[in-house]
């Protein structure tokens, strides 16, 4: 195999991150407008919301596909800003938790995200494309 990618490669590669980085600027233009969350914050808030509200460190940095250096910065800053708390639960393991903050932060733009993500993703995008997006995200997941 060749060490550089096709030009076809290229532009499909390009066109994954397009796809990536637009949806988040886009989203994240909306909901500056009702707070002053920034994305990485809302991202964070959201899954540690959807993991029932607290989950370990080193989990929340699995499920989001970031580094641990970048998420412990990333909840430092947070924590500063009162929007979650860490409890250290042993030598090796932190748990973390929204608070109150964090759990207002993220009612106060369910409403914009949610218009927004339907904008900017399910009415641009066709059933067809949506399905092949999630079947690939799947595959992905499952052989990574």
Wanted: no cysteine.
């Amino acid at each position: 195999m060749d060490d550089h990618l096709t030009a076809q490669e290229m532009e499909i590669w390009r066109s994954a991150l397009k796809i990536a980085d637009l949806l988040r600027y886009r989203v994240s233009l909306d909901v500056r407008e009702v707070s002053d969350v920034s994305q990485a914050e809302h991202s964070v808030l959201m899954h540690i919301k959807e993991a029932g509200a607290s989950i370990g460190q080193q989990r929340l940095a699995d499920t989001m596909y970031w580094s641990k250096s970048r998420l412990s910065r990333q909840l430092t800053r947070m924590q500063a800003k009162g929007l979650i708390q860490r409890q250290l639960l042993d030598d090796k393991s932190m748990l973390v938790m929204l608070t109150t903050q964090g759990r207002d932060a993220l009612e106060a733009t369910d409403a914009v995200h949610t218009r927004s993500v339907r904008r900017n993703l399910f009415e641009v995008a066709t059933e067809e494309e949506l399905t092949i997006l999630l079947r690939l995200a799947d595959r992905l997941v499952r052989e990574g």
